[in-house]
């Protein structure tokens, strides 16, 4: 299954733009990346998603690298209710959904 | 629509007990699926199913069972617990798992003495 690997933590200041980075070298052509996020107590909830162009929503931003190695979810003004746990996962032809140990966002007002 | 819903919230088990971790789902969803999360630690696959009568393991499927009757229902069995089983855990459901949405439960909280 293919693997991705983030930064442990970030910090952004409130109202700033926020880049959380993910690399998944081993990504496969089918594979989509998906974002999800954890709020303190609750189960994750859905971000955003892609296969090879970049893509925005209401929420935030998806820019994929042109290998698709690596992917950047983009935040554009942190509030203190976005921090939370961020995850980049990808989905398999296996039917597996695998989360990795995300990246723990901290906003500082 | 209620969404994913579990039951229950909380559960105190003594160890060697077994019990079920209800799960319900009224989006028509095929694709289900139960999570792990110890503390401080991401999500880990336990089972998961394609559409009713077919389930699969996941990362960790040991001490754990699943069946899929209906589209709706997807239980998770515990068949005899164990400390190391102390966790929370977490449903999801969705139309196809690689490019929908899932949506998750508010989970399980279970505690093994």
């Known amino acids: 299954d293919a693997k991705t690997t983030q930064p442990n933590s970030m910090e952004s200041n409130e109202e700033e733009p926020v880049h959380l980075p993910c690399n998944h070298s081993?990504?496969?052509?089918?594979?989509?990346i998906h974002w999800y996020r954890q709020l303190p107590s609750q189960g994750p909830e859905y971000v955003i998603h892609?296969?090879?162009s970049n893509v925005n929503n209401r929420m935030a931003s998806l820019a994929i690298a042109e290998d698709r190695k690596s992917s950047t979810l983009i935040l554009h003004r942190a509030t203190l209710r976005d921090a939370a746990v961020y995850y980049c996962?990808?989905?398999?032809?296996?039917?597996?959904?695998?989360f990795g140990t995300g990246t723990r966002l901290k906003v500082l007002a | 629509n209620a969404g994913v819903t579990q039951t229950p919230k909380f559960q105190v088990l003594k160890t060697g007990q077994s019990m079920t971790l209800q799960c319900a789902q009224d989006?028509?969803?095929?694709?289900m699926s139960w999570y792990r999360q110890d503390p401080g630690m991401g999500l880990r696959l336990i089972h998961y199913?394609?559409?009713?009568?077919?389930?699969d393991q996941g990362e960790v499927p040991n001490g754990y069972n699943v069946s899929r009757s209906t589209t709706e229902d997807f239980p998770l069995r515990l068949l005899s617990a164990a400390p190391s089983q102390t966790s929370v855990y977490f449903c999801?459901?969705?139309?196809?798992?690689?490019?929908?949405?899932?949506?998750f439960g508010p989970g399980t909280r279970l505690t093994v003495l």
């Open positions: 999801a459901s969705s139309f196809s798992i690689s490019t929908d949405t899932q949506y």
């Open positions: 081993t990504i496969s052509g089918t594979d989509y």
């Open positions: 892609g296969l090879t």
């Open positions: 996962i990808l989905s398999s032809g296996t039917y597996k959904y695998i």
């Open positions: 989006m028509n969803h095929e694709y």
């Open positions: 199913s394609v559409g009713a009568g077919i389930t």
